[in-house]
């Protein structure tokens, strides 16, 4: 059998179930930094074939890009079968292009691809799964299911929609409420998809009504300027909704310049300090909505059970599924505590 036919069978399915396959992978939150994920029980520790992966990602600019990247490191490095060939991270779709095509010239095993933009990689995750080298495409989607085997991601529709629920259910008992958005950039579809679930949630509480919002740009400075102006021009509602850890923390110092206290505010994605704000529990910040970068752990996961032709354990499929969608659990102070290791800096 040649190389390419057998890469191919792994593309297309011919592989039976190990009865350790993939045990913890797709279904639990992994840990943020190498002394947590030795806590943490790695998915099938029993070696088996040597798998080479290639990992490709942008630039880690933002706190839950650098997290994707030491979640994808951290989860590597549990395994002595898995060699982890990866990319310096790059916002330059063209640069980034070359060093996938750099890792199909290597002839890795499995390609684990977090784009900079989907649409623009599809090509060259085309060209990786016709070389016979499968591709576990990580959030940001490729145009075409032919560009990977397996996507993994978060739900943005369902931060919203859960974001929604959660203030709707703090609200619910009161008259004539008024939230307030504090969106991602516009121009993202995922910002689109955050904002549209929770205008969806909404629909269920005749009682709230959104009667502001503002898209910062996921950074510190820009939470703080666009909190600032919503709070000019709102003096006052009942809830807040930031899409964002990150730019939340530049909102929670336009919050306090403000000397505001009046309202709670729900935030998203899952940073450390959103945990620990949310544990001490003294000022508006009471929620916040998991976006887990913790899914790059599971893609390292995903990619290792491709190489060596495993399913996914607790599944009675031969193969690993086409795609997982991972949910956006709501963290306030009930269950902070077992989410704490999760948190990203």
Known sequence: MSEITSRRRLLFGTAAVSAGALLAGCTSNEPKDDRAADDQPAADDKPGKAVTIGFAGPQADHGWLNAINQNAKSRAE??????????????????????????????????????ADGKALTQ????????????????????????????????NYGMGLNAGHYIGEQLKDKSDARVIELAGLDNLELTKQRTQGFDDALKNYPNIKKVARQAAEFTVESGQAKMAQLLQAQSKFDALWNHDDDQGVGALRAIEQAGRDDFLMVGGAGALSAFQAIKKDDGVLKATVLYPPTMAASAIDLARALGQGKGVGGLAEFEIPSSLTLYSAVVDKANVDQYMSTGFK
Do not use: H
């Open 78 to 115: 549990r395994y002595e079968d898995v060699t982890l060939e990866i990319t310096e991270g790059s916002n330059d779709t063209a640069q980034q292009i070359g060093q996938i095509e750099t890792l199909i010239n290597k002839k890795v095993d499995v390609l684990v691809v977090l784009p």
């Open 124 to 155: 060259v995750g085309l060209k990786a799964m016709r070389a016979g080298i499968p591709v576990v495409n990580l959030d940001r989607i490729f145009n075409s299911p032919q560009a990977y085997r397996c996507w993994i991601g978060g739900d």
